[in-house]
Structure formats: structure tokens, C-alpha cells
């Protein structure tokens, strides 16, 4: 079965520092690692992707996400926050070629930017 | 303009009704999913559809159904076996590919009174 880890309910960074949002996977096949964000009672947007090839993808609004398979983490990262980026963010896998093909998403970590 | 609409964005129900959520998408995609997110629990897969006229469950399908008539539209029945039905409800789509990341709606906020 997939699994998704956020370790982290809640992150807190001050604007203009680096920050990270850590996540975990666990799964029997390779896997496809999603990252989304979310605003208040609004859906999810797409930030980026790890499908295969260069371990570091880079995305949407500044961010990016180191896939790391040792360690089986994909962590998002963006090298200067914004108070703009305070929100919650969510990491999602799904696991191939066996697993099921809907994303399996972890619980969340809320991110604050300090101005 | 292509998307994902949810409706109502808003959604009261009385305990022991059934009540249905709306999702169509015009993106052309063959996959849809409905989520459920409560606060602190992230998204849990309700259902999903990979194709018009089948759908499986997912990890949370009890006291939840849903169809699959065309292919722009996956309605989403919450029933009155569901006994703690508030919530948001989430639904997405995608293209049936497995590299490919999932669009999602605005979602519906429902409550119970």
C-alpha cells in the first residue's frame, strides 16, 4: 500500500529565510510524488512533480522538491519565503506500476511566513 | 474557460436526508476522484473513476455512492448511513496516465445540522 508522512503539522518561517516542508513516502513500486498547496476553503493547486530523472524538480511560484530514495523523502523547499506562501501544503504519491492509481495524500502542514 | 465546478459551494443537510454534490469538469479528462478533508486528517479517497461507467472505492467509501454516466460528470450521494458526514469535499480530475497530477475543484463544504 502507498503511504505519505508529513511530519510536521505546522511550519514557521520569517520572510526572506528558507524554508522546508518535509515529507516521507512509502511505497512497494517506484513512486510519482506530487506536492499541492491550498488556501483557505479553496481546492488544491499543483505545485510540482517527481516522475523520474533529476533528483531536484523545481515548480510553481519559486518552489522546488529534492527526491531523495535512500531516504525516501521528497522535500519542498523555496530558498526565500514570502508571506504569501502561508498555507497549507500537501504531499501526495502514487505508487506505479502496481500501486492504485488515485493520489494518496499526507495530512498537511501549515505553513506560516512571520513578516 | 476549462475547470473543474463544484456546486453548491455551500451545503446544509438535516440529519437522516440524503443529499448529492455536483462535480463536472469540461478538461476532457477520464479520471475523477472525490476526496474528503477534515481538519488535521489531510484528503481521504471516498471514490474514483478511471473511465465512464465503472468507479472503485477508496479508502472511506461507506455511507457514500456515486455514478459515472458521462464522462464530464461524477456526482457524489451522501447518504444518510454516513453518520459523520460534515466535512469538505474535494473532487478532481485527470488524465488517465499515471505521471500526471490531478485538478482539483473548489470544493463543497457540507454540514449536518
Known amino acids: 500500500a502507498q503511504s505519505v508522512a508529513q511530519p510536521e503539522d505546522q511550519v514557521k518561517v520569517a520572510e526572506g529565510n528558507p524554508l522546508t516542508v518535509k515529507c516521507t513516502y512509502s511505497?512497494?513500486?517506484?513512486?510519482?510524488l506530487f506536492w499541492y498547496v491550498q488556501y483557505p476553503n479553496r481546492g488544491l493547486q499543483f505545485l510540482l512533480k517527481y516522475i523520474t530523472g533529476d533528483n531536484l524538480v523545481k515548480g510553481s511560484y519559486g518552489f522546488e522538491a529534492e527526491f531523495n530514495k535512500s531516504q525516501t523523502s521528497f522535500h519542498l523547499k523555496k530558498p526565500s519565503a514570502l508571506v504569501s506562501d502561508s498555507a497549507l501544503y500537501f504531499c501526495a504519491v502514487r505508487d506505479m506500476p502496481t500501486g492504485r492509481r488515485a493520489l494518496t495524500f499526507g495530512s498537511g502542514t501549515r505553513l506560516q511566513v512571520q513578516p | 474557460d476549462g475547470g473543474i465546478t463544484q456546486s453548491p459551494k455551500y451545503l446544509f443537510r438535516k440529519e437522516g436526508q440524503n443529499v448529492t454534490l455536483s462535480c463536472e469538469q469540461n478538461l476532457n479528462h477520464d479520471a475523477m476522484y472525490w476526496y474528503r478533508q477534515d481538519p488535521g486528517q489531510g484528503l481521504r479517497l471516498i471514490y474514483y473513476s478511471q473511465i465512464v461507467n465503472d468507479f472503485q472505492k477508496g479508502d472511506i467509501a461507506e455511507g457514500y455512492s456515486v455514478s459515472r454516466e458521462k464522462k464530464e460528470s461524477f456526482p457524489l450521494t451522501v447518504t444518510s448511513a454516513q453518520k459523520n458526514p460534515t466535512a469538505f469535499y474535494l473532487c478532481?480530475?485527470?488524465?488517465?496516465?499515471?505521471?500526471?497530477?490531478?485538478?482539483f475543484g473548489q470544493g463543497t463544504r457540507l454540514t449536518v445540522v
Open positions: 511505497v512497494s513500486g517506484n513512486p510519482y
Open positions: 478532481a480530475s485527470s488524465i488517465r496516465a499515471e505521471n500526471t497530477e490531478a485538478f
